[in-house]
Structure formats: structure tokens, C-alpha cells
Nanobody
Framework: QVSLVESGGGLVQPGDSLRLSCATSGRAFISYAMGWFRQAPGKEREFVAAIDKVGTITNYADSVRGRFTISRDNTRNTVYLEMNSLRPDDTAVYYC??????????????????WGQGTQVTVSS
């Protein structure tokens, strides 16, 4: 069992930055590829970013590529999402998730084994 707790969300203005954190506990963090997803009001949850077990492979949704950066610190069992140049359409609840994988990243929600409760990010002037 893996427990995930997101933090760092809040209300910001367009163009601002935020860093989300996802602290994990339980089974070995190094065993899991990690991802960030988001769900805006009235929309389906969507993929945002993913990172492999050792932090060398990443992937991003087109809508955030170049603005968001996913990273992980395996010594702290934590994954991060650095979000820059935030826009109103980035407003959503952001979730981190863990996928048990031998190698590589995972972008499919159904392949993730564990999910956090989410943290709200609101971008508004």
C-alpha cells in the first residue's frame, strides 16, 4: 500500500508560479513511476506529466509542455510539479499518482495503482 499526499496548491494570478509536492509513504517509492493529473470543473480528469522511477524520463501534456516541470527526490520519497506561467485554464484539482512499473513512464490513468486526494489550483485575476 502507498499513501500519497499532495500540497502546494492555492490561488494565484495569471503568469504566477506554483510548486506542488506529493509526499509518499508505504512501499518503496523507487518502485513506482509517478504522474500528475488534473480535473477542471465539469471536465474529465486528464494527464499532465509523468516521470520514471529514477527521474531520467519525463513526458508532458501538450498544454503544459514548456511551462511545467515534473521531478522527484527519491531520498525524500517526494515528487514535484513546478508550474510556471500559469493560466486560468490551468485551474483544476491536481492529483499525483503512483504506477508500479519495471521501466519507463506511464500516461494512462488506468495503469496507476495509487492516487492522492488532490490539491486545488486556482488561477484568476
Amino acid at each position: 500500500q502507498v499513501s500519497l499526499v499532495e500540497s502546494g496548491g492555492g490561488l494565484v494570478q495569471p503568469g504566477d508560479s506554483l510548486r506542488l509536492s506529493c509526499a509518499t509513504s508505504g512501499r518503496a517509492f523507487i518502485s513506482y513511476a509517478m504522474g500528475w493529473f488534473r480535473q477542471a470543473p465539469g471536465k474529465e480528469r486528464e494527464f499532465v506529466a509523468a516521470i520514471d522511477k529514477v527521474g531520467t524520463i519525463t513526458n508532458y501534456a501538450d498544454s503544459v509542455r514548456g511551462r511545467f516541470t515534473i521531478s522527484r527526490d527519491n531520498t525524500r520519497n517526494t515528487v514535484y510539479l513546478e508550474m510556471n506561467s500559469l493560466r486560468p485554464d490551468d485551474t483544476a484539482v491536481y492529483y499525483c499518482a503512483a504506477a508500479l512499473k519495471i521501466w519507463g513512464i506511464e500516461t494512462a490513468q488506468a495503469k496507476y495503482n495509487y492516487w492522492g486526494q488532490g490539491t486545488q489550483v486556482t488561477v484568476s485575476s
